[in-house]
Each structure stands twice: as structure tokens, then as C-alpha cells.
């Protein structure tokens, strides 16, 4: 029965990797399957150079733990109890060693645990006396899950730690998980504006470019560079602007529930300007883990290639000749230039129009560019497929 | 079996979920740990093309073989073992076959003995409601399984389950993720899976089905007759088994309306956009409103071109291809304060005639449209 319940507790977090939201009902249901109170991911990678231990980059009130330890959570930070933390100083080393269980037994004798200022003015005080923690590397890094037992539970023993063990291949594969779910949810999103001809770059949590999509790889260095691992503007002010949206993304989970700097301008000399813009973080998964990340869209707004002739002709009903003439007049040119690129009189071009404005529904040149500017994305979709750069 | 080398070929089968492209180094584990010469998944429904799912090397000439001389649809051991398998069970080839039938089925006597895998066992278990098998083959040395194997091989059910649907799940928020990408653009956006059921729109996508395009029983149909057919065509062909492979992109459908321009249907298949290992999805159909005439939000106008908040109500209203007496008209301002504010605005962002502008502010519009800050 007990194997069940945590069969099925597993269940319920791997799908919190998906819906992360769901994460405190999950673990707290693991945990009541290992007859304990609460428990929590806890990144145990102290910054060496600092004296706070607390990674600043994975805050811990984000980090996926079951809906009891967060008010727990929240004044062991408010009130730094991790300072001097008898339980982190001598258990992490263990686990940095390779073992995959401590138990409260084997940091601290009950004679010493009578004084110890933070069992007796934290976890007494919260009615939590048992303790045990398994650890588990991700990628080199130790992770470790603090787990809670309440008075009526009591301590954890020797003999439970296999049980605990066993749960490490899941826990670290959770955690390996979430990182590849954020990451293939941004590529996804980059896969799709590079088909609708919008350019993407996806930038991680310390505001550097992790990738980009090929829309973007051919605006870059058109006033717009990667230049080490950071984007970067050739204008001055432009950049400056640029670097204050960065600043933003890279400003970790905790402050990004602050909207997004309005969308960034670079200029460019002889062209058109790019306009930056993040997208809403609420479309890209989970940054509990600590790996967030940001995905931005450029819009070029110079002039791009005319539509597809096939698109119109199939949207409309236009003549081969017709739809080469509307394309030219979708993308903003004048009547007797398009004629001229077409190498037609005026008047055949004038004729073309004509039957164009009657199969479209349109009377005026404008209007027909307003209707047309809805095929754009579109036009980036099949001028991509007939080319033959479809992935 | 081996059951020290079950926890090894678990973890190389729950490696998958971040690694697909690992599924036949996975499919070798599990063989090894059960003393068999491969695997490979199955949905018992029979769905999908089966070639293109992922399968070991020792499996693909079996395969290729058997989808080639017809088997599909004529598996003995399908037609009789899958039904019996059910969640966490395993069916081996005694339970089905009686050994004087094996000499008289084609399937056992034919296609496996001259690929040297004829014993089979099938580890049952259901996804999302779906019945799948993974079937293990043994060559002759190997011989047939026993109930006693397939006892330990009933131990990887809940784990396959839990593995298949997480990367099921994985799939269609892939999918979703993409669909929340064409939302940004204004893009109303439909998720097809392999059965040409509409999984998912984005809020764009839903405000677009009404009377003329609308879902019935799960899938997208037309109001007009002659529109549904084709609409119904192009679901047909992307949805078909290896579209994704065929090269050029089906042209768009029109969906005509009464009174109104048509809306554009168009589709995309999901290979290359989201990993879809097991092929649960088809297409994503892009939708476009010829009656929509969006136009990028005042307050970009002015912050992208620094347009006075008059010039950029004249602008905004100038983009739906209103020529400039409708413009005046309907903002409540003299022709000639609106030549002069036009005039303005064409200095501002650097074009000279209306057709230009409604070209620029198009291009804009398709992507900040949706962006207020």
C-alpha cells in the first residue's frame, strides 16, 4: 500500500514538471507517502566567495516544496536561520561525498540537539523534531531534499534510508527534466516565430544569449551583434535602452513578476529600426529550478521581399500575371515602379490592378496594402517552404 | 532476464524524456535485460505510421519487412494478444499461440523465422486511456518466454506508462508553446492531432470559430459546403501518416463567409517544431482573418516614431486603408488639419505616400499589436 502511495505521489510530480503550479500539492502528497510532514528541493551550492550560502540566482521561496514547508520557508530566509545551520555545515559535506542519505541522527547526538538553537527555536517551534535528507547530483551540482517529520512522526531510521535512496534517481531526473521542459518550450516558441518570419533570441538567466533563431541570425550585425555571449546595440542610445531590457530578464523570477521595460527601439543608420520586445514570461514554463529564461522578439521594419505569388493566387483567384503585380503593391511600391520592375506598360499594369481590386474586394491602393499585410505572416510561412528551408 | 540489468535499462528508458533521439539505445537496455534481441513500442489501436516511430537497429529489417509484405493490418499476434493485454500485463506467445498453429500463421511460420525472432512477449499498459504494448522479440537460441519472465517484465508497466505519457504531455505543451508564440503575432492558431481532432487553440484561434468555422465532435468544419470539403482535404493531407516528409507545403484553403472576406486556413506540420516522438500530433493550422484590419496600439506609434497622440490616431485609422476624407470623417477633424498631421507622420516615419505607411504599420501591427505595456 505505501509503495502505491508513492507510486502515485511520483506521478503527481512528474506532472508538476509540466503544470509547476502543482508542485507544493505534489510533494506534500510524497511526503504523507513517506509518513513525514513537508519537504523541499534545496540547491546546495554555496557560493564559496560569499558568506551567505544562499544561492542568489536559485532563490529558495521559488524552489518547488510541499504547501507546509513554505511558511517554514519564508522566515528561515526572512530571519536567516541558514547562517551557522548545524544540519547544512555538517550534512552538505556529506552528501558532497557521495551519500545519498543523512539522517538527523547523524549530524547531531540527542545530548547536543538539547542546546542546538536552531532545532529547538525553528524546528521544535514548527513541531517538526525529524529530519532526514537525500542528495543527488544534476549536471555536477548537489542538490539535496530536506524532508520533515511532525511530533506524531518522529525520527527517521536506519533502516528507512533505502526507501529514501531509492526516491534520488527521481528526484534528480525531475529537476533534469523541468530545465529540458523550460528549454524545449522556448525552442518550441523560437521553431514557430522563425516560420511566421519573426526573429527570436532566447537568453538565460544571467541575461546572456543562449540561442537564436535563423530570422535572427540574419539581422545580426545589421545594427545588432552578439558580442560575448551579450546583444548588443551599435547605437548608442539604443544600446543603452537595450542593456536596461536585459537587465530586466536577467533580474531573476522573484522581481520579473514586474512587467517587462516597454518595448526597445534600435536605430540604425540607413535602415529602418528593429524593435525589441520580451515576450510574456507566462507562455515560457517554470523557471523553479532556477533556469529561466527569457525569449525576445525583433520585429526589422524595413521593407521585406514581396509576398509569394502562389499565396495570392491561391487567397484570391489571381492571375499568375495579377498576383505578380499585387505583390509588388503589397509591399508599399508605387504603380509605375512595379510596372517597371515587371517589365508591363502602365496601362497593362493599370488594366492587372483593376481585375486585382475586383478579386480582392478593394478599391484604393492603400486598402489593398491593409488587406494584404494580413497574408504577411503567411508570406513568410511559404516563401520558407518553397524555398526549401523548412527544418 | 536479467534483473540486475532491469534499474539500467529503467533509467536509459526515463533518459528518453530529455533525450528522445536515446529511444533505440533505451529499446537495446531493456532487450538486454530481458535476454531478448529487441523492442519497440506499439500502440494497440494500430495507429501511425510505424516505420517512423522509434525503434533498435535489430528490429528495423523485421519492420521494413513486415510493413512492406502487409502485416499491418494481418497480425496474428495482434489480433489475438493485444486484446488480452491489458495495464501492467504481460502476454507471451503460449498464452495466444498453440504450437500446431504457429506451422499454419503466416506472421510465425514466414516473416519471423526468417528473421530468426520468433517468441515474442507484450508488456501492456494505457495511456491517456490508450492501450500500448512494448513487444519483446528472442531469437531461436534465446527460445521462448516463460511466465515466470513475464512476471519480472510486468515490473516495467507502470514505469513505461508513466514514461510515454509524460512524453505525450511534453509534446503538447510544446505544441502550446508554440500556439502561445502565434498568439504574440495576432495569430489565430488551431493543434491537430493524428486523428485530425482540433487539442488546443489559442485565444485568437477560439474568438475565430463561430457560424462559419466551427467544431463539431472535436473537429474543425465550414459552414459552406464546397469550403468544408476542402478544408476537410487539407486535413486529410496533413494528418496522414508521413506528411511531415512531403516537401512543399499544402496550399492554404479558403473558408468562404457570408457577406464577408474568407478566412485563410493554412497548415503546418509539427515536425521541426516540437519533438513529437511518438507522433501523437500532425498540424498546426494558422488562420487568417481577410476582414481583420489590426493596427499597431497608439502609444508604440508615438513611442516607436515620436507621432504627436493626434498623428498617431490619424496614422492608426490610416493603416486599415482609410483613404484620408474617411480618416477626417470619422476622427472628427477638418481635411486640412488632417493633410497637415498626415504630412507630419510621413516625416516622422520616413515614407512619402499612404501605401507605404499602411505597408509599414502592417508590419508593425503583426507584431506589436498585442503588446501593451
Request: hydrophobic residues 45%.
Amino acid at each position: 500500500v505505501e509503495q502505491t502511495q508513492i507510486e502515485l505521489a511520483l506521478d503527481a510530480c512528474y506532472d508538476a514538471i509540466l503544470a509547476p503550479e502543482t508542485w507544493p500539492q505534489a510533494l506534500h502528497a510524497l511526503a504523507r507517502a513517506l509518513d513525514a510532514a513537508a519537504m523541499i528541493f534545496y540547491p546546495a551550492n554555496p557560493d564559496e566567495s560569499s558568506s551567505d550560502p544562499l544561492d542568489p540566482n536559485r532563490p529558495l521561496q521559488q524552489s518547488p516544496m510541499s504547501s507546509e514547508y513554505l511558511p517554514l520557508i519564508d522566515e528561515y530566509v526572512r530571519d536567516q536561520w541558514y547562517l551557522g545551520h548545524y544540519r547544512a555545515e555538517r550534512g552538505r559535506p556529506l552528501l558532497q561525498a557521495g551519500r545519498s542519505v543523512v539522517l538527523e541522527h547523524d549530524l547531531a547526538s540527542d545530548e547536543e540537539r538539547k542546546t542546538l538553537r536552531v532545532y529547538n527555536e525553528l524546528y521544535l517551534r514548527w513541531g517538526y523534531p525529524g529530519f532526514a535528507m537525500t542528495g543527488f547530483r544534476v549536471d555536477g551540482q548537489v542538490w539535496a531534499v530536506p524532508i520533515l517529520r511532525a511530533e506524531a512522526q518522529g525520527h527517521f531510521t536506519r533502516e528507512e534510508a533505502p526507501r529514501l535512496a531509492a526516491l534520488n534517481p527521481h528526484l534528480a531526473r525531475m529537476i533534469r527534466l523541468s530545465e529540458r521542459f523550460a528549454l524545449g518550450q522556448a525552442s518550441a516558441q523560437m521553431a514557430m516565430l522563425d516560420r511566421l518570419g519573426c526573429a527570436a533570441v532566447l537568453l538565460d538567466r544571467s541575461g546572456h544569449v543562449r540561442g537564436m533563431n535563423r530570422q535572427a541570425d540574419a539581422l545580426m550585425g545589421e545594427g545588432i551583434a552578439v558580442c560575448r555571449g551579450v546583444l548588443r546595440a551599435a547605437d548608442a542610445p539604443s544600446d543603452r535602452d537595450l542593456r536596461r531590457l536585459l537587465e530586466w530578464a536577467g533580474s531573476g523570477p522573484l522581481s520579473r513578476s514586474a512587467p517587462p521595460p516597454r518595448h526597445v527601439v534600435v536605430q540604425r543608420a540607413g535602415r529602418r529600426a528593429l524593435v525589441v520586445e520580451a515576450l510574456p514570461v507566462a507562455g515560457l514554463a517554470a523557471d523553479c529550478f532556477g533556469q529561466a529564461c527569457v525569449l525576445l522578439a525583433i520585429t526589422d521594419l524595413e521593407a521585406r521581399s514581396p509576398l509569394p505569388e502562389a499565396l495570392l493566387r491561391s487567397a484570391f483567384g489571381l492571375t499568375a500575371a495579377e498576383a505578380r503585380l499585387a505583390a509588388r503593391l503589397g509591399a508599399g511600391e508605387r504603380l509605375e515602379d512595379a510596372a517597371g520592375a515587371l517589365g508591363i506598360t502602365k496601362n497593362t499594369a493599370r488594366v492587372q490592378l483593376r481585375a486585382v481590386f475586383a478579386k480582392t474586394g478593394t478599391s484604393r491602393q492603400p486598402e489593398l496594402v491593409a488587406l494584404l499585410a494580413r497574408l504577411g505572416a503567411s508570406g513568410d510561412l511559404h516563401a520558407a517552404g518553397t524555398s526549401g528551408g523548412r527544418p | 532476464v536479467r534483473p540486475d540489468a532491469f534499474e539500467a535499462a529503467l533509467d536509459a528508458c526515463y533518459d528518453t524524456l530529455a533525450a528522445p533521439e536515446t529511444w533505440p539505445a533505451a529499446f537495446e537496455a531493456v532487450a538486454r535485460a530481458a535476454g531478448a534481441v529487441g523492442c519497440m513500442f506499439r500502440r494497440a489501436s494500430g495507429e501511425g505510421a510505424l516505420l517512423e516511430h522509434p525503434m533498435p537497429a535489430s528490429l528495423q529489417d523485421l519492420m521494413t519487412d513486415y510493413v512492406r509484405e502487409g502485416y499491418v493490418g494481418n497480425d496474428y499476434r495482434a489480433q489475438v494478444g493485444w486484446p488480452l493485454v491489458r495495464r501492467d500485463l504481460v502476454v507471451i506467445d503460449h498464452d495466444i499461440v498453440p504450437d500446431e498453429a504457429r506451422r499454419t500463421v503466416p506472421l510465425l511460420a514466414d516473416l519471423h523465422v526468417r528473421h530468426d525472432l520468433p517468441w515474442w512477449a507484450g508488456i501492456g499498459f494505457v495511456v491517456d486511456g490508450h492501450p500500448w504494448v512494448l513487444s519483446v522479440l528472442r531469437n531461436g537460441r534465446q527460445g521462448p518466454f516463460d511466465r515466470g519472465e513475464a512476471r519480472h517484465l510486468a515490473r516495467l508497466a507502470p514505469h513505461l506508462r508513466r514514461i510515454v505519457s509524460f512524453a505525450e504531455k511534453l509534446t503538447v505543451a510544446g505544441a502550446g508553446a508554440s500556439l502561445a508564440a502565434m498568439e504574440h503575432l495576432g495569430a489565430p492558431a488551431l493543434l491537430l492531432d493524428r486523428r485530425g481532432t482540433v487539442r488546443l487553440a489559442n485565444p485568437a484561434g477560439e474568438t475565430l470559430l463561430g457560424c462559419s468555422l466551427g467544431l463539431a465532435g472535436g473537429r474543425l468544419r465550414a459552414a459552406h459546403p464546397d469550403s468544408d470539403r476542402r478544408l476537410q482535404g487539407l486535413i486529410a493531407a496533413v494528418c496522414h501518416p508521413g506528411a511531415a516528409r512531403s516537401s512543399p507545403l499544402p496550399a492554404p484553403v479558403a473558408i468562404e463567409r457570408a457577406g464577408q472576406r474568407p478566412l485563410l486556413v493554412e497548415a503546418m506540420p509539427v515536425a521541426g517544431l516540437v519533438a513529437d516522438v511518438f507522433q501523437s500530433l500532425a498540424a498546426v493550422l494558422h488562420i487568417v482573418d481577410l476582414e481583420a484590419r489590426p493596427v499597431p496600439p497608439e502609444d508604440a506609434l508615438r513611442s516607436l516614431f515620436g507621432l504627436t497622440r493626434a498623428e498617431a490616431r490619424l496614422a492608426s485609422t490610416m493603416a486599415t486603408g482609410a483613404s484620408l476624407e474617411e480618416t477626417a470623417g470619422a476622427l472628427c477633424i477638418a481635411k486640412d488639419t488632417a493633410r497637415v498631421q498626415l504630412r507630419a507622420v510621413f516625416a516622422k516615419t520616413g515614407t512619402g505616400r499612404q501605401a507605404e505607411l499602411v505597408s509599414l504599420l502592417g508590419r508593425l501591427a503583426r507584431r506589436v499589436a498585442h503588446y501593451r505595456g
